[in-house]
């Protein structure tokens, strides 16, 4: 079960940190990713990271931008994002799975674990 929290109204150039707090008994080879879905558009990966290892992959659009970084003790993921956007707009999603692979990080059908969504609105 996942747990997003952490959206708000921001101005562009602002920042917010979301967090995804999971309640699993073990992480070892999860993946947790962070998507976006804006009204009208279909739902795009932003990062994620593994939970073993730690290794990420980022969505173009937010390199640069956007950090995800965990948490072990409080099994919590974390989104930092800077300089954000109108464009970053959205409702974010946390999402898990297990064994997937690096390329496949960004693929939004391959995680069977999503958590409930957290508003983000950045004005211009």
């Known amino acids: 079960q996942l747990q997003a929290s952490g959206g708000g109204l921001v101005q562009a150039g602002g920042s917010l940190r979301l967090s995804c707090a999971a309640s699993a008994r073990t992480f070892s080879d999860y993946v947790m990713g962070w998507f976006r879905q804006a009204p009208g558009r279909e739902r795009d990966f932003v990062a994620a990271i593994r939970w073993s290892g730690g290794t990420t992959k980022y969505a173009d659009s937010v390199k640069g931008r956007f950090t995800i970084s965990k948490d072990t003790a409080k099994k919590t993921v974390y989104l930092q994002m800077n300089s954000l956007k109108p464009e970053d707009t959205a409702v974010y999603y946390c999402?898990?799975?297990?064994?997937?692979?690096?390329?496949?990080?960004?693929?939004?059908?391959?995680?069977?674990?999503w958590g409930q969504g957290t508003l983000v609105t950045v004005s211009s």
């Open positions: 999402a898990a799975e297990s064994r997937i692979i690096h390329s496949n990080f960004g693929v939004p059908s391959l995680y069977s674990g």
